[in-house]
């Protein structure tokens, strides 16, 4: 496995963090996020963050996946609106898709180089800063400790705010589709880091030795899930997203994603009558 030190990083443009005004850091949970998110924090009216638990102004964010092109479908538009909002965006994927492909004439290691490569593509057009692969085998993750530990260290040097990551217990959407099972794995294995691996001294003590010290995250989105009760109204970054998922050319061959995805997006906006024409939606918590 890859050092702390062995983080690829995907060159973008800088953004201008515009400072939230006082009603805006006691009105939202954190990271820039609909209203929504605040009703779910505080069912009892009260408003999210006003005892001053949550940090004010941009947010760290951290999309934890398991492949190239995962967060692309997961989270796209939604990492592109925080990211333009002055957010400070990261992504960790496991995996770098090394089985990615029927053709007998590319390797393993092709691969590899080919999906990093349109993964530091599609993340300069979301805006993305860090990008980091754990370079695990694609097609066998398991969350085990191992996993587990170097999702600690990453949240531990990254320390976000904000984790989005996929939803573990999804196993299948109607007749049609069987969740791979990386995803799932992904989503156990982020999850039990952030919960309570990163946050505790004495688990993984060695990566106190290597200077890493315990970090809270303190919200969570879970991508892709079933009963979700958080939109992101994505209307103004639909185009960024569809982008980002053209880059990943290998896997998009001669499919063009726009049809499905733009569906996709209306169907979860009809679901949030309250935001635009776009939604992504995820299942929400805030972190005690």
């Known amino acids: ?27 939202r949970p954190g990271a820039a996020v609909d209203s929504v998110a605040a009703d779910v924090a505080e069912p009892d009216g009260t408003p999210a963050g006003a005892a001053g ?13 398991a492949h190239p092109d995962d967060a692309e479908f997961l989270c796209a538009g939604t990492v592109a609106r925080w990211a333009s909002e002055g957010n400070d965006v990261s992504y960790v994927l496991l995996t770098s898709g090394d089985k990615g492909s029927s053709d007998p ?51 531990r040097q ?14 299948w959407v109607d007749q049609s589709y069987l969740n791979h099972p990386d995803h799932r794995a992904a989503g156990e294995a982020t999850l039990d880091a952030v919960y309570p691996a990163a946050r505790d001294r004495m688990t993984f003590p060695e990566l106190l030795a290597e200077g890493l010290e315990p970090h809270k995250v303190r ?10 009760d958080v939109w992101v109204d994505i209307t103004e970054t639909i185009e960024a997203k569809l982008a980002s998922l053209r880059a990943h050319a290998s896997q998009m061959g001669d499919w063009d994603p ?20 776009y939604a992504e939606s995820y299942k929400y918590f805030k972190l005690d």
């Open 1 to 27: 496995m890859p050092a702390p030190e062995d983080q690829s990083t995907a060159s973008t443009a800088s953004h201008d963090a515009t400072q939230p005004t006082a009603e805006e850091t006691t009105s």
């Open 53 to 65: 638990d949550l940090p004010a102004g941009p947010k760290r964010v951290a999309v934890i996946v």
């Open 105 to 155: 004439a590319v390797t393993p290691e092709q691969l590899v180089a080919t999906r990093e490569a349109e993964q530091r593509t599609a993340c300069d057009v979301l805006g993305v800063g860090a990008l980091v692969f754990l370079r695990r085998s694609d097609a066998t993750l398991v969350p085990d400790l191992d996993l587990r530990r170097d999702i600690v260290r990453v949240i």
């Open 158 to 171: 990254l320390r976000p705010d904000v984790v989005i990551c996929q939803d573990p217990t999804v196993r």
């Open 219 to 228: 919200e969570v989105y879970l991508g892709g899930a079933k009963e979700p």
């Open 258 to 277: 726009e049809e499905m995805v733009r569906g996709w997006a209306r169907d979860e906006a009809a679901r949030n009558p309250a935001g635009g024409e």
